[in-house]
């Protein structure tokens, strides 16, 4: 995994790490009228939708269960989660390429990138989550205690993604194809998993398929927390957990032995 020497460099680049998230953060914004505010509004919109159109107007349910905002929250529990997903690894397989007059023209640890792309990544769902999280307290739908299982759920989705990104950033570099491949596949993906409808209302030749998919496992944990109100299966977790390791082991590899070479390729 990382070596001693690639965390050194990182903790002694810190502050180009943690001054880089703050820059892009505050660029987002600037010159809007309500600046910050919009990380606010946009996922209050989402969640706004998401709860009144389909819960409200379409009246959606969710099967096997009474509760009016149920597949709401079933809903936003995929929907911003998979965000988070997408948002990793769609920036992470550009990241060095988006990059590239910056490692060209400064000397500093290549893995400063990856670790900027989560951190950013992170604090935009930080505020999202923290709002869903005050509209399940609001609505009642709160799960208790069980919500904390969502922390080590979230730490096995951004090890698998960050992992994934990784090795199709270095990738990239080279063959320029898989950026655009990978978009592709992203929005299979998420239709192949059980976000928008319930993984029950597949056939079962499909819903055997699943099993394949990481991000499922992953998604129904969160859906199983937030409106079940318990605790994942951990053992269908533990592909993800090994799916992650091994994405991380190939991407720093892929990474130690292609680093000098990038810089010729950007």
Not at 38 to 54: E, R, S
Not at 61 to 81: D, E, K, M, N, V
Request: charged share 10%.
């Amino acid at each position: 995994m990382i070596s001693r020497a690639m965390f050194s460099g990182l903790w002694r680049y810190r502050g180009f790490v943690l001054g880089s998230v703050q820059r892009e953060f505050q660029s987002r914004y600037r010159g809007s009228l309500l600046g910050a505010a919009w990380t606010v509004l946009n996922p209050l919109a989402m969640i706004v939708v998401y709860t009144v159109i389909f819960s409200q107007v379409m009246g959606s349910r969710l099967q096997g269960s009474t509760a009016t905002f149920a597949y709401s929250i079933y809903l936003c529990a995929g929907a911003l989660t998979w965000g988070l997903f997408a948002e990793i690894t769609g920036r992470s397989q550009s990241v060095f390429i988006d990059h590239a007059n910056l490692i060209k023209k400064l000397q500093f640890p290549r893995i400063c990138l990856p670790i900027i792309v989560v951190l950013n990544a992170l604090v935009n769902f930080s505020i999202i989550f923290g709002l869903f999280t005050v509209f399940l307290v609001l609505s009642g739908s709160f799960p208790g205690w069980v919500y904390f299982a969502v922390f080590p759920v979230l730490l096995l989705q951004i090890v698998f993604a960050i992992g994934l990104g990784m090795v199709l950033g270095v990738l990239n570099v080279f063959f320029r194809d898989v950026g655009q491949f990978f978009t592709i596949v992203l929005q299979f993906w998420f239709w192949f998993t059980p976000i928008v409808y319930p993984a029950a209302t597949l056939p079962a030749a499909v819903r055997g398929l699943l099993v394949w998919n990481p991000m499922a496992a992953v998604i129904g944990a969160y859906q199983q927390i937030l409106v079940n109100g318990q605790a994942p299966q951990w053992g269908s977790l533990l592909p993800v957990a090994v799916a992650g390791l091994l994405c991380c082991a190939l991407g720093l590899q892929l990474f130690r032995k292609r680093a000098g070479e990038m810089v010729d390729e950007l």
